[in-house]
């Protein structure tokens, strides 16, 4: 079972809209990750948190994405305007719940459907 | 830019098989190699991992082998079940694993195993 629960499991939205996803880690995580999967196609690498700060982010993790951890508990992805291809599942992910510490264990994923 | 990707997007096997699922990565630099495994509406879970120091590891009815030379990497699942149907990606780290690298992806196969 992941250590980290993501909410919502499916969110349909209209093109434009803002959406906002939420990851929840059981245990106290400085360091997490946001991957994204279109549907059949590869686990692709958006952005890393640390301390509250972006770590290192890539050319998909434009102005239209933000992340940010509110409350110190719930670590989120905003995406601000969503277009049709964001329709995707999102992975929050960090390092460690596996076998050793140096694995990256994945949650459960939200699917967004945008329309 | 660097990649990693698999040369067979479906391999289909009798249950009880082996089953040898490919990788190549492009970036001579990659220091640390996971598989990972996805069921359908799930996150990627870790099968196995392998440091670039190392040839060969073997878990409970999988092997992963790495060949620098040709900067290849491969999957073997013994005795393959019914179970085992799923995505299965490679990923590498480009620099030193200290427990917060970014994980790429390669681009998945996808296993069938028919009973």
């Known amino acids: 079972e992941p250590e980290v629960t993501q909410t919502p499991s499916h969110q349909v939205t209209q093109m434009g809209q803002e959406v906002i996803l939420r990851c929840v880690p059981i245990s106290n995580h400085l360091y997490f990750y946001w991957y994204r999967q279109i549907l059949g196609q590869k686990v692709e690498f958006l952005v890393s948190f640390y301390n509250n700060e972006i770590s290192e982010k890539s050319e998909i993790f434009d102005d239209q994405f933000s992340v940010e951890r509110p409350d110190g508990s719930n670590f989120t992805l905003k995406i601000r305007s969503t277009k049709l291809e964001d329709s995707a599942m999102y992975f929050c992910a960090r390092w460690g719940g596996g076998p050793g510490a140096n694995v990256l264990t994945f949650g459960a994923g939200s699917r967004l459907t945008v329309l | 830019g660097e990649n990693v990707g698999l040369h067979l997007p479906t391999l289909s096997v009798q249950e009880g098989d082996n089953s040898i699922i490919n990788c190549a990565y492009s970036?001579?630099?990659?220091?640390?190699f996971i598989w990972y495994k996805q069921e359908s509406g799930k996150g990627p879970q870790f099968i196995i991992d392998?440091?670039?120091?190392?040839d060969k590891r073997q878990g409970q009815r999988v092997t992963v082998l790495l060949n620098k030379t040709v900067k290849h990497l491969s999957l073997q699942i013994a005795a393959t079940q019914p179970g085992d149907s799923a995505v299965y990606f490679c990923a590498e780290t480009r620099r030193p694993l200290s427990g917060y690298s970014t994980l790429t992806f390669g681009k998945g196969t996808m296993l069938l195993v028919s009973p």
């Open positions: 392998i440091r670039s120091n190392m």
């Open positions: 970036n001579s630099a990659s220091d640390y």
